[in-house]
């Protein structure tokens, strides 16, 4: 497709499980981030990959939370021992190299910790 | 510490008045603004951006903002509202350095009754 896509749409799990969430970036965007929003705490930047390395971790709340990017292209965001402050709204966002360029979002995937 | 606000939670205004939905920022720096719009289960879709230049920027769907260095602010404004242009807004700012992350503010609800 042509825009940024995320799955699962939606996610339910249980205290204490892993969870993978994806994002397919739009095809040549050299950057790629994650961002969550929930209630509580708005859009929050997570992680932003430029290749496949990440030069700004810094708002990862926890060890947690980790992210990749492989190939220039496809990201995963992993939670491990998931929490019910973990629920939220994970987006996923890309753009062209260079700092001035808009980010395009994807849908977003749902997550919800019981 | 860099940082956007949006003083207003929410906006009323009759179809075919001309709406504005507040932001001011704070930065070091030049300032990179951005406005998006989020429909309900939806992504956020870019609306425009300032980087350099004329003051007035115009964007998707008959929106414009204008950028006040005075003032530090980016308020969104169009002309006349549609119905279709009730929606969550979300102005950003840009963080210099080795990132391309977004600070956004806390968001507006717009609402344009009949």
């Known amino acids: 497709g042509a825009g940024v896509s995320q799955s699962p749409s939606n996610k339910v799990t249980e205290k204490g499980k892993d969870v993978e969430l994806r994002c397919d970036p739009i095809?040549?965007?050299?950057?790629l981030y994650w961002y969550r929003q929930s209630l509580g705490q708005g859009l929050e930047f997570l992680i932003y990959f430029q290749g496949n390395s990440a030069p700004d971790k810094s708002g990862l709340p926890s060890d947690r939370f980790s992210a990749e990017r492989t190939g220039g292209s496809v990201s995963t965001l992993t939670i491990q021992r998931t929490q019910q402050e973990d629920s939220a709204v994970y987006l996923c966002?890309?753009?062209?190299?260079?700092?001035?360029?808009?980010?395009?979002f994807g849908p977003g995937t749902r997550l919800t910790v019981l | 510490a860099q940082s956007v606000a949006q003083p207003e939670d929410q906006v009323n205004v009759a179809e075919g008045n001309p709406l504005t939905v507040k932001c001011t920022y704070s930065v070091s720096g030049n300032p990179y603004l951005f406005w998006y719009v989020q429909y309900p289960n939806r992504g956020l879709q870019f609306l425009l951006k300032?980087?350099?230049?004329?003051?007035l920027v115009k964007g998707s769907y008959g929106f414009e903002a204008e950028f006040n260095k005075s003032q530090t602010s980016f308020h969104l404004k169009k002309p006349s509202a549609l119905v279709s242009d009730s929606a969550l807004y979300f102005c950003?700012?840009?963080?210099?350095?080795?990132?391309?992350?977004?600070?956004f503010g806390t968001g507006t609800l717009l609402a344009v009754q009949p």
């Open positions: 095809s040549g965007h050299t950057a």
């Open positions: 950003a700012v840009r963080i210099g350095g080795a990132t391309n992350k977004l600070i």
């Open positions: 966002a890309s753009s062209w190299g260079g700092l001035n360029n808009e980010q395009f």
């Open positions: 300032y980087i350099t230049g004329d003051n």
